[in-house]
C-alpha cells in the first residue's frame, strides 16, 4: 500500500509540470488590415496577406501560441464604401480595425496587426484605448521606423500621409483624421518612445528637438542596453498597456529587399526581435503592429517575410516567458 500511495504522489507531482507547461500558451488575435491611405496606388495593399500565407497559424502554433478565433481581415462596411478620400477611406476603415480589436480583447493575450503601412498604428490604438468592458485605458506607442513620421503639413517635404501618424496620435495635426478613427484623446508625448530612427526631415528634425522626443538608438536595440530598458521603463511606468509598431524599413535593407525608403545601418530582425521579446515580457505589452513588409512581387526570395516572422515569434516568446 505505501509502493502504490508513493507511486500515486508521484503522479501527482509529475501533474503540477503538465498543467504548467499548459499553461505557457499564449492566446493570440491576428487582424489583417490592408487600408493604408496611399494616393496613385491601389487601395487595398497585399502585404498583410503576404505574411499571412507563410502559414501563420501554423508557426503561431509551433511558438507556443494559441489563436483565440480565425485571422480577421478588415473591409470597410458597404455605407462606408460609398465615402470619398483614401485618407478618409482610411480613418474609416482603421475604425473598424479599432472595433474588431476590441471585441478580441482577452486577460493573458497578445494582438498580432499586419499593416499595410504605419497609417494603421491609428487604428490599433484606438482598439486598445479601452477594455473589453469599456474602461478608458492609457495606451503606450513604441515606434520602430527608420523615419520619425512626426511630420505634419507644414513640415513635410514628400506631403506623403505615411511621414505623418506618429504626429497625427500624438494630436498635432490632421484631428479629424484621427476622430473618425476612433482615437477622441490624442497620446501625450510621454507615452510615445521611438527606436531606430536615423532619417528625419529637417523641419521634423526640428520638431524631434523641441518635444525632447523619448527614443533609442539602433545600437541601443542591438545590445538591449542600459538606455534602451530605463527608456522602456519610465515609459511603460506611466501607461496601462502598450502598442510596438514595426515599419519594416526599420530593418537593415538587405533584410527588406523591394522597400522602397530603406536607410542604412539598422538592426538586424533578430536583434530586434531579441528587443520586441523583452518589451513583451512586460504584461502592459499587449500588441504588436507589422507595416509595410515588401510583398509578393519584390520580396525576393522571402526575405522580408521571414524577418516579418521573426519579429512575431519575438513577442510571442517574449510573452511566453512572463
Known amino acids: 500500500m505505501r509502493f502504490r ?49 507563410a502559414g501563420l ?15 480577421q481581415d478588415i473591409r470597410l462596411k458597404p455605407a462606408q464604401e460609398r465615402q470619398y ?36 498604428l491609428l487604428g490599433m490604438l484606438a482598439g486598445l484605448k479601452y477594455d473589453s468592458d469599456g474602461n478608458a485605458r492609457k495606451v503606450g506607442l513604441v515606434f520602430y521606423d527608420s523615419h520619425g513620421d512626426f511630420n505634419v503639413p507644414e513640415t513635410t517635404l514628400s506631403g506623403m500621409l505615411g511621414g505623418m501618424p506618429v504626429a497625427v496620435a500624438a494630436g498635432h495635426a490632421l484631428h479629424n483624421l484621427r476622430e473618425t478613427t476612433g482615437l477622441a484623446e490624442p497620446l501625450p508625448m510621454s507615452d510615445i518612445m521611438w527606436g ?11 520638431r524631434f528637438r523641441e518635444y525632447e522626443v523619448r527614443q533609442v538608438s539602433v545600437q541601443d536595440i542591438r545590445d538591449l542596453s542600459a538606455n534602451f530598458r530605463r527608456q522602456f521603463d519610465e515609459m511603460a511606468s506611466g501607461v496601462d498597456v502598450i502598442y510596438v509598431h514595426v515599419d519594416m524599413d526599420v530593418l537593415e535593407p538587405d ?43 519584390s520580396d525576393r ?22
Not at 499548459?22 to 488590415?33: L, P, R, W, Y
Not at 497559424?57 to 485571422?71: N, T
Not at 526570395?301 to 512572463?322: F, M, P, T, V, Y
Request: aromatic share 4%.
Open 85 to 120: 478620400g483614401e485618407w478618409n477611406r482610411m480613418a474609416l476603415a482603421n475604425a473598424n480595425f479599432a472595433e474588431v480589436v476590441r471585441e478580441g480583447l482577452q486577460d493573458n493575450m497578445i494582438t498580432i496587426g499586419l499593416e499595410a503601412n504605419c497609417n494603421d
Open 196 to 206: 531606430g530612427v536615423r532619417d528625419l526631415d529637417p523641419l521634423e528634425a526640428d
Open 301 to 322: 526570395d522571402g526575405i522580408s517575410r521571414q524577418a516579418a516572422l521573426n519579429l512575431i515569434e519575438g513577442a510571442i516568446n517574449g510573452a511566453k516567458s512572463r
Open 255 to 297: 533584410e527588406v529587399p523591394g522597400h522602397p525608403l530603406t536607410v542604412t545601418d539598422g538592426p538586424s530582425s533578430k536583434a530586434l526581435a531579441a528587443a520586441i521579446g523583452l518589451m513583451f515580457e512586460n504584461p502592459k505589452t499587449v500588441a504588436l503592429g507589422i507595416a509595410s513588409t515588401p510583398s509578393f512581387n
Open 5 to 53: 500511495s508513493l507511486f500515486v504522489g508521484s503522479l501527482l507531482a509529475l501533474a503540477v509540470p503538465l498543467t504548467s507547461l499548459a499553461a505557457e500558451s499564449i492566446k493570440v488575435d491576428v487582424i489583417k488590415n490592408p487600408y493604408g491611405g496611399g494616393r496613385n496606388v491601389p487601395e487595398l495593399s497585399t502585404n498583410p496577406d503576404y505574411i499571412h500565407a
Open 57 to 71: 497559424e501554423r508557426l503561431i502554433g509551433e511558438w507556443g501560441g494559441e489563436l483565440i478565433r480565425p485571422v
